[in-house]
């Protein structure tokens, strides 16, 4: 600064001699002066920087620096004040893995070992395909209420909503509410056509009340659905764990997709099921544990839901009038349905409707599964809170390049004792592994029931058994497929690709079941065109608008729905129904 300020003096007398010999000794000096070679990380989320290394040999200044891969590139730029330079460094981004040890590693192989047994265990009670499919009626009604649950749960939620409540806010919380709106709506309306009608699978109804046309069109829109969820929900946490643990991703993905086929085809359905309760009980408790452990490690409870507060973690509701963005209004009708359509036509959860002894058991069940929802979702929406806290505090923990939906995995394998961590890790397998099995057993009813069954001359109870092992072993091995196929060409947001997959093919098929059971007038030419115009708008909005996908069914139900209406007035085809196919009051108050 001194040198400066003597400069700009000299300047003004004119001095040329004393000026060049100034400047050429302020050069001199810049020029001998070194860049710091520290390597620091920014962190776009909780506004942190850590330092993280130094870059090997000079400095590059007035650079671009580009990722490929899993490298830096440097190119060019100035290693002085003023002196350029041609080379092009190179850095590598050393991922962190977990030191996953010993413990977690036999936790969770025994962990995964009682899953097998489960299934062997159950696999002497499967002597037809009433017990392969839907366990003979002696589930209790608790348990088939936590598997219900668990199906809609998975891996996606388990790892994802953390990773929003962490990235984001609590927005996304208000869809848990709309499953108690729900659940009146199927125990009033749906219930009573799944049991009374004596059906295996939903779609036997749509047959029943319009033809087989309206049923295949059903059943397969389901099909096609479940293998695009099949490998989502393999991905996801073979992505995370892979990040942080070291396991090779397409090995995670081989492992969970084998065992899931493997207890699957030997147990059906009660094996599924009670595996399901298990994993309730251990991913539930594993957010406990994080919660207690991080509270514990910061020592401030109030600090944590301040530093929230303050920073907009906490933020729920956005009163904005969007089309485009994810706001309060679309974010609540865009949730109710999306789950609408699960809870009423996916064949992985109105099987276990049909699993209890009676229809009062399977309504408990259904009302169990709304009222968990919302202490767990406030538990999995706590833990990205609490996450970002504890990460804001400890920058140093993250590591470089990872994607959000890794960070609950970093923090179960990095900071929770051995063993916790290794039987949360087990639980995150066991989800993701819960989630599979429902659906290739539930493709396996399907395929079954509404084709081979449907459609065989020599159908039996051996052949039918045998087709339903073999088609659950196909689609497992189709679905490990599609999950590799993910992993190779990876997609941002997993969380948000799987509400646009639940939009796009639930949509159609939930209105096809609000025609045949509110609509008498309704016939299956009409509910097939109302059908075929709602995935036609709903591909076009996709690709052609910018509105969110939480307006997707808010657009595809109504359009099909009055479509298929209006066309069912068009054009006249005979429409035999019977009296219990249709809603009634009548029917509603004979069932009660």
């Known amino acids: 600064m001194a040198l400066q300020n003597e400069l700009q003096e000299l300047e003004q007398t004119k001095d040329s001699k004393k000026i060049d010999s100034l400047q050429m000794e302020i050069t001199r000096i810049f020029q001998n002066t070194n860049f710091s070679r520290t390597i620091w990380a920014y962190h776009t989320i909780t506004d942190t920087w850590s330092r993280r290394g130094e870059i090997p040999g000079s400095t590059q200044l007035v650079a671009d620096a580009e990722q490929w891969g899993d490298q830096i590139i440097i190119a060019y730029g100035e290693i002085a004040p003023g002196i350029r330079t041609p080379q092009i460094n190179k850095i590598n981004i050393q991922p962190q893995r977990a030191d996953f040890g010993l413990v977690n590693y036999i936790t969770l192989i025994t962990y995964l070992a009682l899953v097998i047994g489960i299934g062997w265990y159950f696999s002497r009670r499967n002597n037809s395909t009433s017990d392969f499919f839907l366990a003979g009626g002696r589930i209790p009604w608790w348990a088939a209420g936590l598997s219900i649950y668990a199906t809609m749960l998975s891996a996606i939620t388990y790892l994802s909503q953390p990773a929003l409540a962490y990235s984001y806010d609590w927005q996304a919380y208000l869809g848990y509410f709309t499953i108690l709106l729900i659940v009146p709506i199927v125990i009033t309306y749906y219930l009573p056509f799944f049991r009374k009608l004596n059906i295996t699978t939903a779609y036997e109804y749509l047959e029943k009340r319009f033809n087989i046309v309206i049923r295949i069109f059903g059943s397969a829109s389901f099909l096609f659905f479940q293998l695009a969820r099949m490998g989502v929900v393999l991905y996801l946490p073979a992505l995370a764990l892979s990040t942080v643990v070291g396991i090779d991703i397409y090995l995670a993905i081989v492992l969970m997709g084998v065992l899931a086929i493997l207890y699957t085809v030997l147990g059906g359905i009660e094996a599924v099921i009670w595996t399901d309760v298990i994993q309730v009980v251990v991913l539930i408790g594993g957010l406990i544990l994080g919660l207690i452990y991080i509270a514990v490690d910061i020592g401030d409870l109030g600090y944590i839901f301040n530093t929230a507060l303050e920073d907009g973690k906490l933020k729920l509701f956005d009163f904005r009038w969007s089309w485009t963005e994810v706001v309060t209004w679309s974010l609540f009708l865009g949730s109710f349905a999306l789950n609408f359509a699960p809870y009423t036509t996916d064949q992985a959860v109105v099987q276990r409707y049909l699993t209890t002894a009676d229809e009062a058991a399977s309504r408990k069940s259904i009302w169990l599964n709304g009222i968990i929802s919302i202490p767990a979702g406030l538990l999995i929406f706590a833990m990205g809170t609490f996450l970002y806290v504890f990460f804001k505090d400890n920058p140093d923990f993250i590591a470089v390049g990872m994607q959000n939906d890794g960070i609950f995995p970093l923090f179960i394998a990095n900071h929770l004792p051995p063993g916790v961590a290794g039987l949360v890790i087990a639980g995150i ?164």
């Open 429 to 592: 397998y066991s989800a993701s592994m819960s989630s599979l099995d429902s659906s290739m057993h539930s493709v396996s009813t399907v395929v079954t029931i509404d084709y081979y069954k449907r459609f065989s001359n020599n159908y039996s109870e051996d052949n039918a058994m045998r087709v339903a092992k073999w088609v659950t072993i196909g689609v497992g091995v189709l679905g490990t497929g599609v999950a590799c196929f993910m992993a190779a060409f990876p997609i941002a947001s997993l969380f948000f690709f799987f509400q646009e997959i639940v939009g796009l093919f639930g949509s159609a098929l939930a209105s096809i079941f609000i025609l045949g059971i509110f609509f008498r007038k309704a016939n299956w030419a009409g509910t097939l065109v109302g059908a075929v115009l709602s995935v036609i708008v709903l591909v076009l909005v996709k690709y052609y608008t910018p509105l969110n996908f939480y307006i997707y069914p808010l657009i595809a139900i109504p359009v099909c729905v009055i479509g298929g209406y209006v066309a069912s007035l068009l054009i006249p085809v005979q429409n035999n129904i019977t009296e219990n196919l249709v809603y009634s009051k009548k029917a509603i108050k004979q069932n009660n």
